[in-house]
């Protein structure tokens, strides 16, 4: 089965930085990497080092090479990816000594995104086959109701949370939510992580919810059965892509029909390796580093 991944690609600009910086202040940084970026790419490329076949849909502009070849080194296919004029997507990431960040997207090409284009990738997707979504690109609300149509099964990300997220997108036909606690608590209003799942899924009864926790891990709920899967400790060096590299890897396993906590624990291993080092899709890790770390901890 091959899983469509309409998302964003991005130029990453990361300044490492003691702290960060506050209104009005100025400062020097202490370091400044340029990585391959975007959760749309971050996530077709921790399908593909998991083991998922991934067709990857979005926009490059004319400086997109580097995303592109990024993308076909990890044996993603990039046969409908769009090229087009002006800038591709870029960020602005300040990384702290903590390891923890935040981010300013561009979004350049990642939103000139057309129907037509949409139609042409989802021509050649199967029913049945897994949609995969994030928030970085325009049309989202039409990806979904096209996909839906065609039969295939919705996994979104909803990140990040922004009003056209909250009041435009058709949640409502979302297979599986893979979400972190502050777009949890962003949809429902409600700041305790557990309690805005269960809202979630009071909500969307018939939907899958796989929420993440951070340093607490990760938990799973639908209308049958919820599981629990604790973090596991390594130093934090960069937090950029954890959550990508958590969405690849649990969403190859719940492809490949594996047990729910076998894929939640494969994403919280992969999730730990990828703070552990630099950058957003360089630190994704492959299938044999986490089963390497799976034999350890
Ligand atoms: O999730 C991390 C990603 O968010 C970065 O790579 C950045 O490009 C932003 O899209």
């Not at 994030?134 to 295939?152: H, R, S």
């Amino acid at each position: 089965m091959v899983i469509t991944n309409f998302g964003s690609l991005n130029i990453d600009n990361v300044y490492s930085v003691e702290n960060f910086v506050s209104p009005g202040e100025t400062i020097t940084c202490l370091d400044l990497n340029r990585y391959c970026g975007g959760k749309g790419l971050n996530q077709s490329i921790a399908l593909s080092r998991s083991g998922a076949s991934v067709r990857h849909a979005g926009c490059i502009g004319a400086n997109g090479a580097i995303l592109k070849d990024m993308l076909k080194q990890n044996n993603v296919d990039v046969s409908m990816l769009l090229e087009i004029d002006g800038d591709s997507g870029h960020t602005v990431i300040q990384v702290d000594k903590t390891g923890q960040n935040n981010i300013i997207v561009y979004s350049g090409a990642n939103r000139r995104l057309t129907k037509q284009y949409i139609d042409d990738v989802l021509d050649v997707a199967l029913h049945g086959e897994i949609l995969l979504l994030q928030n970085e690109i325009n049309l989202g609300d039409y990806i979904v109701k096209t996909a839906k149509q065609k039969g295939m099964v919705i996994a979104f990300n909803p990140s990040p949370v922004d009003d056209f997220l909250l009041n435009d997108f058709p949640l409502d036909m979302v297979d599986i939510f893979i979400i972190n606690e502050i777009e949890a608590a962003a949809l429902t209003g409600i700041t305790a992580s557990e309690r805005a799942a269960s809202e979630l899924l009071k909500r969307f009864p018939a939907s899958k919810i796989a929420l993440t926790l951070g340093e607490n891990g990760a938990v799973y709920y639908d209308a049958a059965d919820r599981y629990q899967q604790k973090s596991y400790v390594v130093p934090v060096v960069d937090t950029t892509a954890a959550g990508d590299t958590f969405t690849g890897y649990f969403l190859t396993g719940f492809s490949a029909g594996k047990p729910i906590p076998e894929c939640l624990r494969t994403g919280c291993l992969a999730a730990s390796l990828t703070v552990s080092s630099k950058g957003a899709a360089t630190s994704i890790p492959m299938m044999s580093d986490v089963t390497a770390m799976s034999l350890q901890v």
